[in-house]
């Protein structure tokens, strides 16, 4: 059964660091576009970074230079790896597998709070 399960969220102050982990089950990994989006309360949801099969990562202007997006295709792991957070990082944050354009599968989203 293919499933997107995402850990590592918490509460940090600004200025410090987070590592989301999200582990997928199933056989698509390898093969999808893994990507992490956020939500938070009153917004739309956003893609934050995304990173190719083959590795090539793509983020928002937002985290540019602060946030890292990693894959592990052999442990079906991708990571978001947060440094420097601002309280306006405070999300629910969301793992995601899309192919073609197409996301296919989410997680249950892990809650990220940064505290000024």
């Known amino acids: 059964q293919e499933q997107l399960v995402e850990s590592g969220g918490g509460l940090v102050q600004a200025g410090g660091s987070l590592r989301l982990s999200c582990a997928a089950s199933g056989t698509f990994f390898a093969s999808h576009v893994m990507g992490w989006y956020r939500q938070a309360p009153g917004k739309q949801r956003e893609l934050v970074a995304a990173v190719t099969s083959g590795g090539l990562p793509n983020y928002a202007d937002s985290v540019k230079g602060r946030f890292t997006i990693a894959r592990d295709n052999a442990k079906n792991t991708v990571y978001l790896q947060m440094n420097s957070l601002k309280p306006e990082d405070t999300a629910v944050y969301y793992c995601?597998?899309?192919?073609?354009?197409?996301?296919?599968?989410w997680g249950q989203g892990t809650q990220v709070t940064v505290s000024s």
């Open positions: 995601n597998a899309a192919k073609y354009g197409i996301q296919r599968y």
